[in-house]
């Protein structure tokens, strides 16, 4: 009984130290996608993605595991259309992000990593419309003036009805302090 459960031990610690192995699923999800206009007026798109593992001897549905410690080469690309056939930028790294820079305002770009040399099933996040437009902080500024005066309309209609109910209140409770008036018979 000992040495099968030392030999159980063993091999799932093998199991589990191996890493990535040839039939596991690859994610290159996109995290983060943070705009910004330069000095000259053309857009940078900062991205930033990680990586996760499916493995092949999980059930059915499989959890994605987060990928820390392997070093993969990326191909980072932008394209005006959501299939990537008009590629604006691509280039490749060791990094889990890069800066698309030089894009022009006003359009709609699409953005997505690609693992690069692993024999894997590999899927990529597409960050869809990373749209940066010269009247962003002028929309901002007018959506925050909506919010409020939308929770001052709010906070005042609320001030309202707990006035109301307060009056309601106060009425009750003074109508049941009377006395009752007793009737004289006649």
């Known amino acids: ?8 031990c063993i091999s799932l610690f ?13 994610w ?4 983060d996608v943070k705009p910004h ?5 053309k857009v940078n798109f900062l991205v930033q993605w990680s990586v996760y ?8 549905y499989g959890d994605w595991y987060l990928v820390e410690d392997e070093k993969f080469k990326f191909l980072a690309l932008c394209a005006e259309d959501s299939q990537f056939k008009k590629i604006v930028y691509s280039d490749s790294t060791d990094a889990n992000n890069i ?40 929309r901002q500024a007018r959506r925050e003036l909506k919010f409020e005066k939308f929770y001052i309309t709010i906070g005042i209609s609320l001030f309202i009805i707990i006035l109301g109910l307060g009056v309601i ?5 003074r109508q049941n302090r009377k006395p009752k008036q007793r009737r004289k018979n006649a």
């Not at 206009?37 to 007026?41: A, L, P, T």
């Not at 894009?103 to 690069?116: S, T």
Request: aromatic share 14%.
């Open 169 to 173: 209140l106060f009425y009750l409770i």
């Open 28 to 31: 290159v999800n996109i995290v």
């Open 53 to 60: 593992d499916s493995p092949f001897r999980d059930s059915t």
């Open 1 to 8: 009984m000992r040495k099968f459960i030392s030999i159980l």
């Open 14 to 26: 093998a199991i589990i130290t191996f890493g990535i192995e040839k039939n596991d699923s690859l």
């Open 37 to 41: 206009m330069d000095k000259v007026g």
């Open 99 to 138: 800066v698309f820079d030089g894009l022009d305002v006003d359009k709609e770009y699409y953005l997505k990593a690609e693992i690069l040399g692993v024999p894997n099933p590999v899927k990529s996040g597409v960050a869809s419309g990373g749209y940066f437009s010269r009247y962003a902080r002028t």
